[in-house]
């Protein structure tokens, strides 16, 4: 890997064993809330950002799952979510009466987060719930509503600071680091 691209993070919030224990902490919780269910819940990622959390999520979790993926989006190549998220990849599965967990790389202001579980709602998911690896609460600017039963589950709530790695970017650049740091201000301001 390109050293000099490591050079551009200020800090490392989260080490590669780290996100892997905290991962391996979440799947336990999920197969151990689902043990009783008659069907198993679908698995919905967030593309992209959410592609590796969810890759190492699901190879944990101790019931067969069915996975499909949504594309949100709202930041761009920015920084700063938008606000008026758009979906641009619609599932291929049927989740209708279904209970759907939801997966995503960082819950920010939950324009993203609303607008895709109400999209799951529409399509007839009977709950939703929310497993994200990162939690930004300061940045919060919508109250997020969760379907049915849903209950949300997170990995790290992440300081106010603008992150990269494990699937999250920057200009598309940034995902394949195997932790979470702080990409130095200066390179997006």
């Known amino acids: 890997?390109?050293?000099?691209?490591?050079?551009?993070?200020?800090t490392i919030l989260w080490s590669e064993d780290q996100i892997?224990?905290?991962?391996?902490?979440?799947?336990?919780?999920?197969s151990a809330d689902f043990a009783g269910c008659s069907r198993a819940p679908i698995v919905v990622g967030v593309a992209t950002g959410a592609f590796l959390f969810l890759a190492d999520f699901v190879r944990k979790i101790d019931f067969s799952v069915s996975v499909d993926f949504v594309r949100a989006e709202s930041y761009g190549s920015g920084t700063e979510s938008?606000?008026?998220?758009?979906?641009?990849?619609?599932?291929?599965?049927?989740?209708?009466?279904r209970h759907v967990i939801l997966v995503e790389d960082?819950?920010?202001?939950?324009?993203t987060l609303s607008r895709v579980i109400k999209h799951l709602k529409s399509k007839g998911a009977s709950s939703v719930s929310v497993c994200t690896f990162l939690d930004k609460?300061?940045?919060r600017k919508v109250n997020v509503q969760l379907v049915g039963e849903g209950k949300f589950y997170r990995g790290f709530e992440c300081p106010d600071c603008f992150v990269v790695g494990y699937g999250m970017d920057f200009a598309e650049h940034y995902r394949n680091f195997p932790?979470?740091?702080?990409?130095?201000?200066?390179?997006y301001e």
């Open 137 to 139: 609460p300061a940045r």
């Open 179 to 187: 932790y979470i740091g702080v990409l130095k201000p200066e390179l």
């Open 82 to 97: 938008n606000g008026a998220p758009t979906i641009s990849l619609d599932l291929k599965v049927d989740i209708n009466a």
């Open 20 to 30: 892997s224990r905290r991962v391996s902490e979440l799947a336990a919780e999920v």
């Open 106 to 111: 960082i819950v920010d202001t939950g324009h």
């Open 1 to 10: 890997m390109n050293t000099t691209m490591h050079s551009h993070i200020e």
